[in-house]
């Protein structure tokens, strides 16, 4: 549904008034949907970036209790030798 003030100035113009109006809606239009596809780009860089720091984080903490679990594992050697 179109306003009535929106669709008398609408009805006012010429047509020159006109396809002017409508060639700078339409580059606004072209400028939006650019500034979307960037923008949702750079969110799925992010949500790559984000998965891939999960794995590395994982990979880690998986190492990290393999080292904790070598340390408890030579501690309790060293109490037996010493």
Not at 12 to 17: E, K, L, S, Y
Not at 21 to 46: F, K, Y
């Amino acid at each position: 549904m179109v306003a009535d003030v929106e669709k008398a100035v609408i009805l006012d113009m010429g047509p020159a008034a006109r396809q002017e109006e409508l060639t700078r809606d339409a580059a606004a239009m072209i400028r939006m949907l650019e500034t979307v596809l960037v923008l949702n780009d750079e969110q799925g860089s992010s949500t790559r970036e984000v998965e891939k720091l999960k794995g590395r984080n994982e990979k880690l903490e998986a190492k990290a209790l393999k080292l904790e679990s070598e340390l408890i594992d030579l501690r309790g050697k060293q109490e037996n030798f010493a």
